[in-house]
């Protein structure tokens, strides 16, 4: 006995939901598998309160100094507010009203131009009136320089046995 159109399309459409719900199911499981990675564990959180990805940074010892890109694709300079402290870097943004304007009309979005706030913690106290800051390329890198410069300690390679 033949099922009937309504029948097979009902079928097909429960299986569409079904797929959908395996997918995100697992989309959860990801996410949630990734929180420990992003909070605890003594690694600093790379996403907001709102799940937005804040700027990605590197930091490196220059004997003298510390030198901190952070990748802000999209922002202006004028929209960076940068404060320096003894032990922290502060740097956020605020978003603009016109660029959410203009991705009104977007077909796609998945970069984003958010507002956002991120704190740097630095090894050694730094000397904050000092602070140079300079964006080339959507890399907005920082000259943090020493209280008490000590040369960088370079790597002893280290026998396993």
Same mark, same amino acid.
């Given at each position: 006995?033949?099922?009937?159109?309504?029948?097979?399309?009902?079928?097909?459409?429960?299986?569409?939901?079904?797929?959908?719900?395996?997918?995100?199911?697992?989309?959860?499981?990801?996410?949630?598998?990734?929180?420990?990675?992003?909070?605890?564990?003594?690694?600093?959180?790379?996403?907001?309160?709102? %799940? &937005?990805?804040?700027?990605?940074?590197?930091?490196?010892?220059? $004997? =003298?100094?510390? #030198?901190?890109?952070? /990748?802000?694709? %999209? &922002?202006?300079?004028?929209?960076?507010?940068?404060?320096?402290? $003894? =032990?922290?870097? #502060?740097?956020?943004? /605020?978003?603009?009203?016109?660029?959410?304007?203009?991705?009104?009309?977007?077909?796609?979005?998945?970069?984003?131009?958010?507002?956002?706030?991120?704190?740097?913690?630095?090894?050694?106290?730094?000397?904050?009136?000092?602070?140079?800051?300079?964006?080339?390329?959507?890399?907005?890198?920082?000259?943090?320089?020493?209280?008490?410069?000590?040369?960088?300690?370079?790597?002893?390679?280290?026998?396993?046995?």
């Amino acid at each position: 006995m033949a099922k009937s159109g309504k029948i097979v399309k009902r079928e097909e459409n429960r299986q569409i939901r079904h797929l959908d719900d395996v997918f995100e199911n697992f989309r959860r499981e990801i996410e949630n598998a990734m929180k420990p990675w992003s909070t605890g564990f003594g690694f600093p959180s790379l996403f907001d309160s709102e %799940g &937005i990805r804040l700027p990605l940074c590197d930091m490196v010892d220059k $004997g =003298n100094r510390f #030198e901190l890109q952070l /990748e802000i694709p %999209g &922002i202006d300079k004028d929209k960076l507010n940068v404060k320096a402290t $003894g =032990n922290s870097v #502060e740097v956020s943004a /605020e978003k603009s009203e016109e660029a959410e304007e203009k991705r009104k009309g977007y077909i796609y979005s998945e970069r984003s131009q958010s507002s956002f706030y991120r704190m740097i913690p630095v090894p050694e106290e730094i000397v904050p009136s000092k602070v140079n800051a300079k964006v080339n390329n959507g890399i907005l890198t920082l000259e943090l320089p020493k209280k008490n410069p000590s040369k960088a300690q370079q790597a002893t390679k280290v026998d396993v046995k």
